[in-house]
């Protein structure tokens, strides 16, 4: 098999995952949804579970590479930047496909904080809680750690409620809460 077979057998496998879950989704499936047989499948995973550890680390790549690109592009300095948050959120929510977090259903279907994939899905979000605490130094807040822990628990929020509601509303939501808190953090 050429060397880029397995990049496109997770590729695939990543909109399947992210479209019908992991639980529902078998290694049959997989085969069906991708094109690619059984047999190369397993060459390549010899279980599920790294298959899905594969797809979690692909979406983590793409989604903070996106996800830190857009707040540069859309805000000029760290306090505009910790609203951007929420502004590339809802262009998120409101693109097409938009289903949610991967990682949020994965910490929902593997609930046990020692199992791999819910690492895996852990580590994510707290790389993105760095990132904005980062951010929040930078802007000067008065308790950087404390005011990026709030602005997630809006981010993570507002994703849950999208999904419920059907549209992007809830990024809208958030920010103007987050605006308040950041009002009162001593960011300049």
Request: aromatic share 8%.
């Amino acid at each position: 098999m050429r060397p880029n077979k397995r990049d496109e057998l997770v590729r695939n496998a990543l909109d399947v995952f992210y479209r019908d879950g992991f639980h529902a989704t078998g290694m049959d499936k997989l085969v069906a949804q991708t094109g690619i047989s059984k047999t190369s499948m397993y060459k390549h995973f010899r279980t599920k579970e790294e298959m899905i550890l594969a797809v979690l680390r692909l979406r983590d790549e793409r989604f903070r590479n996106w996800f830190c690109r857009r707040l540069e592009e859309i805000a000029d300095t760290p306090k505009e930047r910790l609203l951007a948050v929420f502004d590339a959120l809802h262009e998120w929510m409101t693109s097409p496909g938009f289903k949610g977090c991967m990682f949020i259903k994965a910490v929902a279907e593997f609930q046990n904080p020692e199992d791999p994939i819910h690492i895996q899905a852990a580590t994510h979000k707290r790389m993105l809680l760095e990132y904005v605490q980062k951010i929040a130094v930078q802007a000067g807040a008065d308790d950087p750690a404390g005011l990026a822990r709030q602005l997630m628990l809006l981010k993570e929020g507002a994703i849950v409620t999208a999904v419920m509601w059907g549209n992007g509303d809830p990024a809208l939501d958030a920010k103007a809460a987050a605006q308040a808190l950041i009002a009162t953090s001593g960011c300049r």
